[in-house]
Nanobody, 124 residues
Framework: QVQLVESGGGLVQAGGSLRLSCAAS????????MGWFRQVPGKEREFVAH????????VYGDFVKGRFTISGDNAKNTVYLQMNSLKPEDTAVYYC?????????????????WGQGTQVTVSS
């Protein structure tokens, strides 16, 4: 029943910014952990960030180094990923995911539900 839909991807110049959105529906998400992952062809899915649905502590992947921020708006059932200072190596399909147990890790296997992904392309 849980559905996650990403949006906000597109083409951006290196150094620019994008804000990705993940709209959730079908369940109550108060106890969930929400995560962002990314993937390029031929590589494994890579952890970007996760956060409690209701807010609180955040965890980021090693590559972020202060450039990305995960946040949520419970009233809108939406989680965001603000991406600044984008680099060509950030080019990937970005996926939203949900962990119903609320104990999410950096591993994709910890997440129960996934969106369809949104393409982010950063040009040089």
């Amino acid at each position: 029943q849980v559905q996650l839909v990403e949006s906000g991807g597109g083409l951006v110049q290196a150094g620019g910014s994008l804000r990705l959105s993940c709209a959730a529906s079908g369940r109550t998400f108060s106890s969930y952990r929400m995560g962002w992952f990314r993937q390029v062809p031929g590589k494994e899915r890579e952890f970007v960030a996760h956060i409690r649905w209701s807010g609180g502590s955040t965890v980021y992947g090693d590559f972020v180094k202060g450039r990305f921020t995960i946040s949520g708006d419970n009233a809108k059932n939406t989680v965001y990923l603000q991406m600044n200072s984008l680099k060509p190596e950030d080019t990937a399909v970005y996926y939203c995911a949900a962990d119903s147990a609320g104990y999410a890790t950096r591993s994709p296997s910890s997440y129960d539900y996934w969106g369809q992904g949104t393409q982010v392309t950063v040009s040089s």
